[in-house]
C-alpha cells in the first residue's frame, strides 16, 4: 500500500504565497516522477508543475515564475512553493507520485487526497 499526505492548503489573499507538501509513505522501492496537479470547479484536472528523480522541472505555462517545485528523495517528499497568488489559481490541488513498490514491478501512480487552495482578489 502506497499513501500520499498532502498539507499546506488555506485561504489567501492575492499576491500572497502557499507552500504544499505531500509526503509518500508506505511499500516504496523507488519514487520516480513526482508532480501537482489542480481541478478547479467546471475545468478539466492540469498539471501545474512535475519534478523528474534527477531534479529536472516542468511547470503550466501560466505558473511559470511563480510557482516553483521541489522534492527530497530522502524523504520520498515533494513540495511546491506558490508565489504571487491569483484569482485563478484557486482549485483543489492534488499531489501525484509514479512509484515502484519493489525491484520487480513497474511503476504506478497514485494520488493524493487534494487541498484546497482559495486565492480571494
Known amino acids: 500500500q502506497v499513501h500520499l499526505v498532502e498539507s499546506g492548503g488555506g485561504l489567501v489573499q492575492a499576491g500572497g504565497s502557499l507552500r504544499l507538501s505531500c509526503a509518500v509513505s508506505?511499500?516504496?522501492?523507488?519514487?520516480?516522477?513526482m508532480g501537482w496537479y489542480r481541478q478547479a470547479p467546471g475545468k478539466q484536472r492540469e498539471l501545474v508543475a512535475a519534478?523528474?528523480?534527477?531534479?529536472?522541472?516542468n511547470y503550466l505555462d501560466s505558473v511559470k515564475g511563480r510557482f516553483t517545485i521541489s522534492r527530497d528523495n530522502a524523504k520520498n517528499a515533494v513540495y511546491l512553493q506558490m508565489n504571487s497568488l491569483k484569482p485563478e489559481d484557486t482549485a483543489v490541488y492534488f499531489c501525484n507520485a509514479e512509484v515502484k513498490a519493489t525491484i520487480f514491478k513497474r511503476g504506478q501512480d497514485y494520488w493524493g487526497q487534494g487541498t484546497q487552495v482559495t486565492v480571494s482578489s
Open positions: 508506505g511499500s516504496i522501492f523507488s519514487v520516480n516522477n
Open positions: 519534478i523528474t528523480s534527477g531534479g529536472s522541472t
